[in-house]
């Protein structure tokens, strides 16, 4: 020592000529001597040397373990290439140079490992529905150490759940997860969760060491609160424009189905999607509509209906009649009134003969008459109104009379002298008007006698004249049958012996019945022909 301080001018002269000719030898590490390497990532340590002109190198780690890597020597330095670091290179690295005539050099290298390399991962268990419990799951990959780690999981800045894993025997890089139950309401949908994990080693220069995921909520649920809307209102005119939209909550949205019950009990399926529009609104789109909501991930569906009521003028306003428009009298006519079902009609039923119009009560349009009469007959109307409008329909019943109370007159008499003139003038109840047929009875043959506007005269009569007549007065539905004596009795000597008597005949009836009973028989012969005849009738009889 004391030589070589002695000597100290002479050293810092050969220091400078070493420094300019000849180096010292010298060794250097690369990186310093502590590296902070992520695992998985590649790592060359150099030793370096200066002054030697062939140096070997020698490797080794601190407790002899395996070096865990591949030594390259070159002429004036060495690596050891780690690639890829893993967790076994966790040591200190010692480096020997040695140059014959300079002796050796060593340095070491502690080499920390750490690994933190991605975004924890959030994975919410199965599908989110509201109201059904949760799991939400935060994955942080390849951690090292573990038990620095420290993982949060928050909503929307507030904290949900902490972990750390300091009770972790952390010796290779894991694979962490925190588990957070919860009950999602549809307030989450929309909302923020997040996974905040930090691997906060402050000694140790790694960057980043706090990795954040956020993942927005999407809890499904529905469909609810189904409803559906109507634009303008249910209570709509024709012709206006009517849109129906249904109106539901749900995620992921809900399909949206519409159907419409029809009057024959069916239903009508429409086109899916959430509004119904109907450009024109016609009275049949009148109903009850359904809006069935499904939602394909919650699989529930829900419904919601309306009762649309189109406002129309009255529509199908009919009348009819029952069994015909034509009946005979007695017999039993059923008139009904009736007119689609519009909402607000008043459906009136009238009768109408000349300028007289009664207003008929019904019982749900119907109006009987147990015995129809003539006076029955007539225009009868049907009337439907509302506010829109006004529709009527009208028919005509006729009832047919068969000739009843049937008054004959003779004119003068049925006692009258030779050469006087008879007249036999007939009037009757019936619908139609009657026609008669008067004609005499004689044994060999008959007599028909013409009429003129129901008026008969026999002129200039003789005693030949005398005998019975019979008036056969009848219409299509029916006849009568008068039987009229007339006795031509003495001469006519002077004309003031007529006296214009005038002489109600109704025929007696003892005598009326066979006739009228054999001609019944006759003419309903003669129907089943096909024709009826008076004429012939007679004809057959006599
Ligand atoms: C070794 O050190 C010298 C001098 O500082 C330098 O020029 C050279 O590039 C180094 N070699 C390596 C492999 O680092
Ligand atoms: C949905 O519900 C129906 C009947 O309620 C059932 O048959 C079906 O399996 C359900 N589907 C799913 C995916 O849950
Ligand atoms: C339709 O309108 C009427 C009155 O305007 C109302 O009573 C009825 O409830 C409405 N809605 C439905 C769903 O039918
Ligand atoms: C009216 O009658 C017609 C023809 O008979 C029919 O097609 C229509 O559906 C009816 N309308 C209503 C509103 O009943
Ligand atoms: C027909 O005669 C009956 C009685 O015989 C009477 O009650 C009725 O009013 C008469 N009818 C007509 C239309 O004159
Ligand atoms: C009978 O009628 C004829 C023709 O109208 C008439 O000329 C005659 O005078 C009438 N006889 C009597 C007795 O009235
Ligand atoms: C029959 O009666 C009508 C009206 O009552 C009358 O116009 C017509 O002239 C009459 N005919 C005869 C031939 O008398
Ligand atoms: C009436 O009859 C008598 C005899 O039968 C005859 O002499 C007379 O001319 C007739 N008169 C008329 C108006 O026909
Ligand atoms: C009365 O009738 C008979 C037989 O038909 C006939 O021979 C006679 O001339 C008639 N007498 C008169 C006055 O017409």
């Not at 927005?216 to 005119?237: C, D, E, M, R």
Request: charge should be neutral.
């Amino acid at each position: 020592m004391l030589k070589k301080m002695g000597r100290i001018n002479q050293a810092v002269l050969i220091i400078l000529y070493v420094l300019i000719t000849v180096k010292a030898f010298e060794m250097e590490i690369i990186p310093a001597s502590k590296i902070v390497v992520q695992i998985g990532e590649m790592l060359v340590l150099t030793c370096n040397t200066t002054g030697c002109a062939s140096p070997s190198f020698s490797w080794r780690t601190q407790m002899d373990h395996p070096l865990g890597g591949t030594v390259n020597n070159y002429r004036t330095y060495s690596t050891l290439t780690m690639n890829p670091v893993s967790i076994e290179n966790y040591n200190d690295y010692l480096c020997t140079a040695f140059c014959n005539e300079k002796g050796k050099k060593e340095k070491s290298i502690k080499v920390e490992l750490y690994s933190f390399p991605s975004d924890p991962v959030i994975e919410i268990s199965t599908s989110l529905v509201a109201g059904e419990p949760a799991t939400v799951i935060c994955k942080i990959p390849d951690v090292f150490p573990s038990d620095r780690l420290e993982v949060l999981l928050m909503k929307e800045g507030h904290t949900l759940h902490a972990k750390d894993f300091s009770e972790d025997d952390s010796r290779n890089k894991e694979t962490k997860t925190v588990t957070y139950s919860f009950n999602p309401t549809t307030e989450d949908i929309g909302k923020e969760i997040t996974c905040v994990a930090k691997l906060p080693i402050a000694n140790m220069d790694f960057e980043p060491k706090e990795r954040v995921t956020s993942l927005k909520l999407n809890a499904n649920f529905g469909p609810q609160n189904t409803i559906i809307t109507v634009s303008p209102s249910n209570f709509t005119v024709e012709g206006n424009p009517l849109k129906l939209t249904c109106v539901t909550e749900s995620n992921p949205p809900a399909q949206v189905v519409w159907s419409k019950h029809l009057a024959d009990g069916n239903i009508e399926h429409f086109i899916e999607n959430n509004v119904l529009s109907i450009p024109h609104a016609r009275f049949t789109d009148s109903g009850l509509y359904i809006c069935e909501v499904i939602n394909l991930v919650t699989n529930k569906t829900e419904k919601a209906t309306v009762d649309i009521f189109i406002q129309a003028p009255p529509k199908n306003t009919t009348l009819s009649i029952f069994p015909s428009s034509v009946v005979k009298q007695g017999e039993s006519v059923t008139i009904s009134c009736t007119s689609a079902d519009v909402p607000a009609v008043q459906i009136t039923l009238r009768k109408k003969i000349g300028d007289v119009i009664t207003t008929l009560e019904t019982e749900d349009g119907k109006y009987t008459i147990d015995k129809a009469q003539l006076k029955d007959a007539g225009i009868y109307e049907c009337i439907s109104i509302n506010k829109l409008g006004k529709q009527s329909q009208h028919i005509v019943l006729d009832v047919k009379v068969p000739p009843q109370n049937i008054t004959v007159l003779v004119y003068p008499s049925e006692n009258v002298k030779e050469g006087e003139n008879v007249t036999i003038t007939c009037s009757t109840y019936s619908n139609p008007p009657s026609q008669m047929v008067l004609k005499k009875v004689h044994q060999e043959r008959e007599i028909i006698l013409p009429s003129v506007n129901g008026t008969f005269t026999l002129y200039n009569v003789t005693k030949n004249d005398t005998g019975k007549y019979l008036l056969d007065v009848f219409n299509e539905v029916g006849n009568n049958i008068k039987v009229i004596e007339i006795a031509v009795i003495g001469k006519l000597e002077k004309r003031h012996q007529m006296m214009p008597l005038i002489i109600a005949f109704s025929c007696t009836t003892a005598i009326a019945i066979p006739v009228v009973a054999i001609l019944i028989y006759v003419s309903r012969k003669a129907k089943i022909n096909g024709s009826y005849s008076l004429v012939k009738a007679l004809r057959l009889k006599v």
